[in-house]
């Protein structure tokens, strides 16, 4: 019911599995849960995690925007699904002030529910496409850095809407890739972003059980 009314009054669709979930993670739309979906089950299916999101029963729900999960999370309509939940989104580092201001109050009114925030270290979650990949399906050479907008340049050097570009590429990135390009250092430790997220995600449960 809590998703109906929601669903309706924020133009978005109910996800499916909702029925089966143990948990959710709020994503702006379909391009996040495709992300997150393929991210997990690969990273499982070579043994860099245990389960995939889907095993662990956690969903991610799509709220239509960044602007709406402020609507999920003051309203409380995540907290009246009932369900432990996170949220996560696209950093936009690289962007406007107005971007990176606007993701830092989302940030702060999740934490101010005692929820868990969780954002790309890259601008978006196109940027962790291989560029090798898409010059090998599309014959197209793109070039981008973590902060570059790199939808709008992939979407523009293959001919497609740049909110399509992770539809189309991302089931065909492998485990070995997402590690490469998640691979970062820090205090001369190699880490893997996406192995890191993951795992926190697929947690979601037992922080709730401990909170």
């Known amino acids: 019911d809590v998703l109906k009314e929601a669903s ?32 997990t089950s690969s990273l499982k299916e070579v043994g860099y995690i245990n389960e995939s999101l889907e095993e662990a029963g956690i969903v991610p729900l799509q709220t ?79 070039a981008y850095s973590e902060t570059c907008d790199a939808k709008k340049i992939i979407g523009k050097a293959v001919g497609m809407k740049p909110d399509d570009v992770i539809e189309r590429f991302w089931s065909l990135m492998t485990a070995e890739k997402m590690m490469e390009q998640s691979k970062y250092n820090d205090a001369g430790e190699e880490k893997y972003e996406l192995v890191e997220l993951s795992k926190q995600l697929i947690s979601l449960l037992g922080q709730e059980n401990l909170a």
């Not at 309706?8 to 109910?14: D, Q, R």
């Not at 709020?26 to 991210?39: A, N, P, T, Y």
């Not at 702060?108 to 005692?114: H, K, N, T």
Request: charged share 30%; net charge neutral.
């Open 64 to 142: 239509g925007g960044s602007g709406n999960v402020k609507h999920w999370v003051t309203q409380n309509l995540a907290d009246d699904l009932g369900l432990p939940w996170c949220v996560f989104l696209d950093s936009d580092i690289g962007g406007s002030p107005e971007q990176i201001k606007s993701i830092q109050k989302r940030k702060a009114e999740v934490e101010a529910q005692g929820r868990a925030f969780y954002s790309t270290r890259k601008r978006e979650i196109e940027n962790y496409l291989c560029p090798d990949l898409i010059k090998k399906q599309s014959g197209k050479v793109v």
């Open 8 to 39: 309706e009054s924020l133009g978005v669709l109910p996800e499916t599995g909702m029925e089966r979930a143990k948990g959710v993670v709020l994503v702006e739309g379909k391009s996040d849960v495709i992300f997150l979906r393929h991210v």
